[in-house]
């Protein structure tokens, strides 16, 4: 296993666009969290999965961001209508469900235009 | 509800000193984790140091240590020896809870002068 990967590394999109970006966990893992860092700020989290059930959503996650974790294996998190603010590093990080013990992908850059 | 304060927005150490970050936060709980991670450029975060919040004995990995003051809800990291690979932005973290989410400080910038 090669630790969390994230996909695609940078993303640049037009306003008003959707995507949607990867996570694939490590496998034994069965806790996926996703978090949002912009510029100069420390990471803030959005949301979280245990196995394919989402148990958690920030209210920093407006109606335009949706995520899923089908099968509890990988996930993937899509905004809608992409705005300006949107613009940030998406982290994605998994752990075992009791465990402190995190592993960070390296995250999705998204640049809006 | 819980925050993560680091009040120094960068820092900076010359090679083979010293220097130490520093980091507060507030919390009603009584069982968490503290955490030190380290991001470089390349942008992944790297965990430095954990500290159990019911463990009175300060946390130390190498060069890396922690002063863990519980009562006082501080938890500074001393980076002994630095070296230039040590230069990053460090995020001090918190977790506790069933949901284990990280609550993160804003960051220090810290840079090694050769």
Redesign the interface.
Known sequence: DTGVSQDPRHKITKRGQNVTFRCDPISEHN?L?W?RQTL??????LT?FQNEAQ??KSRLLSDRFSAERPKGSFSTLEIQRTEQGDSA?Y?C?S?L??????T????T?LTVV | AQTVTQSQPEMSVQEAETVTLSCTYDTSESDYYLFWYKQPPSRQMILVIRQEAYKQQNATENRFSVNFQKAAKSFSLKISDSQLGDAAMYFCAYSAGNNRKLIWGLGTSLAVNP
Request: without cysteine; aromatic residues 26%; neutral net charge.
């Open positions: 806790r969290y978090y100069g700020q420390g990471p803030e989290f979280y148990l958690e590093m982290l990080a752990s469900a009791g465990s402190y013990g995190y960070f992908g390296s995250g850059r």
